[in-house]
């Protein structure tokens, strides 16, 4: 299924001309550094292609013909390569044998001419391949070492491609050349077989082409589709003929992946330890591909709620009148999240539904996430936001490898939050003390979600104080705010309070520590100066305790989320009255 939506989106892409994409036997590569010849081979000069400063410089991509899957054996691509390659000159390393390298990249070299004259028999027909041709055949290549360019060139091992002097295309994106690359491919002939992605008879891929892109793999990409050890070998096949993939699907699936997850692909996020890309399936595709990852990226900087617009036509759809099921929405729509796993690449999740469906599994989650906060936070928090709450000192770096996935593939599915996000969330408050927006916003979206998903009796979790909610934790949550509040209004401008020593055991085991905890209150309400405040805080502390028959031993996690939310609606409420006060 997957691999089949991959090779749709790259026919759809394929017929847009202003998509770029790559044709059957191509690719698109970056070549930083181009030579530049005259018709009789010649050096010419040296064009570089990258811009931008220091570090930050990017080469430009080209479409040149596809490049061959390299491992510890020599093979060289046709009209463009490494150094070692073109020139014969390989990238300095300290840790190998400098005689070595030379030896090698001599082989290189000559595998690069002899690449281009199995290519090309006859290569009088063109200008670009016999001024190639005499360049590497005459070996002169001081005029390239002797260039201001070079020991970049060298020191980066960048790829390098040929340009005639006078055109504006490379050698290899001649006509000539592409006419070559076409023939060969219908030359090749081998057994053919029913291909498992289009269930057409085709010639299957041995080795299926690197998907780059995706976060913290190898720079020389990794596989989907790979048998690398003889242990995932059945029936005697070896590599790629054990799940057979047409020539034509596989080039199709690994280009369509490969130009969603390019640098300047609109089209993927991170979420987590996951490279996510989306599409949508229509002949010129849809708006909604534009918009989706803003749903879940962190917003630039410097824009305000109301600038995205995304979220606001979101949340108006209902009232505005757009119907949920018109033809727009019905337009199927792909996310897929990829992981890396040692020399493959994992999924880490896949969603395939409709536009309107997505929509409001979307809208679902931002409303069971919602809750009371602050003027200055945003109304509607990231996914990156919150799974960085859950996270050891704020670091995205510490989020669990497969909560982000997980958490991902409820939301786009609208089934409940993995539970492992309220355990996370818990934990992080426990050890340190600390009930922030964003952990409340998650434990609401769980609670919530649990509760109507599984049709619980409990009460569900509301975005601000909720003084009809009797669940034991809640009750206790807002008790423990308001305690703390009668100590800060006893002691202003106090380092720790009671939420620094006694948070992990009130909100775990209530029994042991809540009895403390209201002979503290009665020292600190009798040295109140303010009796009205004094009074208020009494009658808060009493309105509560009507609720409680008891302090429970011990609170299950879900009511530990509850005593969290609780405490945060209480802090909320003071914060919120204060401010109206002041306002008068």
């Known amino acids: 299924m997957i691999l089949q939506a991959l090779a749709s989106y790259y026919q759809r892409i394929a017929d847009d001309p202003a998509s770029g994409v790559a044709l059957e036997g191509f690719e698109k590569k970056d070549i930083p550094f181009i030579i530049v010849l005259s018709r009789e081979g010649i050096f010419k000069g040296l064009q570089d292609t990258r811009e931008g400063e220091g570090k930050k410089k990017r080469a430009r991509a080209f479409v040149v013909p596809k490049g061959v899957k390299k491992s510890s054996n020599i093979a060289a691509n046709l009209l463009w390569d490494s ?15 400098k005689e070595e390298l030379l030896r090698r990249s001599k082989d290189q070299k000559q595998c690069f001419v002899d690449k281009i004259r199995a290519t090309f028999p006859e290569p009088a027909g063109d200008a670009g391949v016999v001024a190639v041709l005499k360049f590497l055949q005459s070996g002169d290549f001081n005029p390239v070492f002797s260039h201001p360019l070079w020991p970049e060139i060298e020191e980066s091992g960048g790829n390098i491609s040929f340009q005639l002097e006078g055109d504006t295309g490379l050698v290899c994106q001649r006509e000539a050349v592409i006419k070559a690359i076409m023939k060969m491919g219908s030359d090749e002939k081998g057994e053919p077989q029913t291909c498992l992605v289009s269930g057409e008879m085709d010639e299957p891929v041995r080795l299926h082409t690197a998907i780059k892109g995706v976060w913290n793999t190898q720079s020389s990409g990794a596989n989907i589709v790979s048998f690398n050890l003889p242990a995932f070998n059945s029936y005697g096949k070896e590599q790629g003929y054990n799940a057979p993939v047409g020539k034509s ?29 989306f599409w949508a399936e229509k002949e010129k595709g849809h708006e909604f591909e534009g918009i ?7 917003p630039p900087k410097g824009e305000s709620e109301q600038d995205n617009a995304a979220l606001r036509a979101l949340f108006n759809a209902p009232i505005t009148g757009s119907r949920p099921q018109d033809e727009v929405d019905r337009i199927r729509f792909y996310v897929l999240g990829l992981a890396p796993n040692a020399a493959r690449i994992a999924v880490r999740f896949w969603y395939a539904g409709t536009i309107g469906e997505i929509k409001e599994h979307i809208r679902q989650h931002f409303e069971d996430c919602s809750i009371v906060h602050g003027p200055k936070e945003r109304e509607h928090l990231s996914l990156f936001r919150l799974l960085v709450s859950t996270a050891l000192q704020g670091k995205s770096d510490n989020i669990q490898p497969n909560l982000a996935g997980e958490m991902m593939k409820a939301i786009l599915d609208g089934t409940p939050y993995p539970q492992v996000l309220l355990s996370s969330v818990i934990r992080r408050i426990r050890s340190e003390h600390e009930v922030t927006y964003q952990r409340a916003s998650v434990i609401k979206g769980v609670l919530a979600r649990d509760s109507r998903f599984y049709k619980k009796s409990e009460m569900e979790v509301s975005m601000a104080l909720d003084r009809s909610n009797i669940n034991a934790g809640y009750l206790l949550g807002r008790l423990f705010a308001v305690l703390e509040r009668a100590q800060e209004a006893a002691s202003p401008g106090i380092n720790a309070t009671i939420r620094d020593r006694f948070y992990g055991a009130a909100s775990c085991t209530p029994v042991a520590v809540f009895s403390h905890l209201l002979k503290l209150k009665n020292h600190h309400i009798a040295k109140l100066e303010n009796r009205g405040q004094a009074i208020n805080l009494e009658k808060q502390i009493g309105e509560i305790m009507a609720g409680l028959n008891d302090f429970p031993a011990h609170l299950n996690l879900q009511d530990q989320g509850r005593f969290a939310v609780g405490y945060y609606h209480q802090r909320q409420d003071f914060f919120t009255k204060k401010e109206t006060i002041e306002g008068k």
Not at 90 to 96: E, G, R, T
Not at 292 to 298: C, M, T, V
């Open 83 to 97: 150094p070692a390659y073109v020139l014969g000159r390989p990238k300095p390393d300290k840790k190998k044998d």
């Open 249 to 277: 699907a596989e080039f199709a699936y690994t280009t369509a992946l490969n130009t969603l997850l390019s640098r300047d692909s609109r089209q993927r996020i991170q979420v987590g330890d996951a490279s996510t890309v």
């Open 292 to 298: 989706f990852g803003g749903f879940f990226a962190e």
